[in-house]
């Protein structure tokens, strides 16, 4: 039998979480050795992880938002240890997490302790990683400037609240992309290279991304009037856009932007204007559901 022992890399934030509290202490019951840490200010995630490491730790647990899992993925991805990795969303998106059908609740998610661990994609642009999306355009400026307080208040639906409010805001960027037998070039509203579905809590840029299948979707809604026209109804979870996207399925693309195109990656700004992003296959190890909607490509082999 394998070694029962792992750590949790906590956020501060959720110190006093009653449900983690208790769902740690029941694994413990179970027979696990479960050590927390938590972190406190930036850079602390990928210094626990390589303590962990160093403490012979093989298996992490990121509690916490999307923020938190990139930072903890990126600093596993860049060991060379065979570790691997249990997501605890604690977050107010938690938009791999839901993609990828890890439960919400913390005992629950915890349990996936027991299944064993598959390998997974990362993207990746320079020397950073992702493992959710890479996102551009208005949809990305609503989820970098949604305060912490309305998350606090309204959750997910924040992010709704605040695109909605910015509405007047509206405007396109220039850009252009290409890869392998793909180029494309003009006035964008919103850009996902994903290799997760969704990003900005809970809006699908990518609806058929797998995370196993070596590739990024690439997501592009461009901006004629029409467009502009209806992303109201997107912001207020409407029906009928989605066929406005042009999609592709690569190993790599290269963008170059425009002044006005803001890119973040996990919800990370990220600057540049050439950029080049890259699916790295089977980068991390992670510990999800049988079923995982995003286990496809290993379910069709």
């Not at 962990?52 to 060379?80: F, K, M, P, V, W």
């Not at 791999?96 to 993207?123: N, W, Y």
Request: glycine residues 12%; aromatic residues 4%; contains cysteine.
């Amino acid at each position: 039998m394998a070694e029962r022992k792992a750590l949790l890399i906590l956020h501060g934030k959720q110190a006093l979480n009653e449900d983690v509290r208790a769902a740690v202490q029941a694994k413990r019951d179970e027979g696990w050795d479960l050590a927390v840490r938590l972190t406190w200010e930036a850079g602390d995630a990928q210094r626990l992880v390589q303590e962990a490491i160093g403490a012979g730790y093989r298996q992490l647990i990121a509690g916490g938002g999307d923020g938190t899992l990139r930072d903890i993925a990126e600093a596993i991805a860049h060991s060379a240890e065979p570790v691997s990795l249990v997501l605890l969303p604690l977050g107010t998106a938690n938009d791999f997490a839901r993609a990828a059908g890890v439960p919400l609740e913390p005992l629950p998610a915890l349990d996936l302790l027991d299944v064993p661990a598959q390998a997974i994609d990362l993207g990746g642009v320079g020397e950073q990683v992702f493992l959710n999306m890479a996102t551009g355009g208005f949809g990305s400026q609503v989820t970098a400037n949604t305060s912490e307080d309305l998350k606090k208040v309204l959750g997910g639906a924040a992010y709704l609240f605040t695109g909605l409010t910015r509405f007047s805001e509206l405007h396109a960027a220039h850009g252009e992309l290409h890869g392998p037998d793909f180029h494309w070039k003009g006035d964008l509203l919103a850009l996902g290279i994903g290799n997760g579905r969704q990003a900005g809590g809970g809006q699908v840029l990518c609806p058929h991304a797998l995370a196993d299948d070596g590739l990024l979707d690439i997501s592009i809604l461009p901006a004629p009037q029409e467009v502009v026209s209806t992303l109201r109804d997107l912001l207020s979870g409407g029906l009928g856009i989605d066929n406005m996207f042009v999609r592709a399925r690569l190993p790599w693309v290269e963008i170059t932007v425009a002044e006005g195109l803001y890119i973040n990656l996990d919800g990370e700004p990220l600057e540049g204007d050439h950029l080049r992003f890259e699916a790295r296959p089977g980068a991390l190890r992670v510990h999800l559901p049988a079923d995982s909607p995003v286990l496809g490509a290993s379910r069709r082999g």
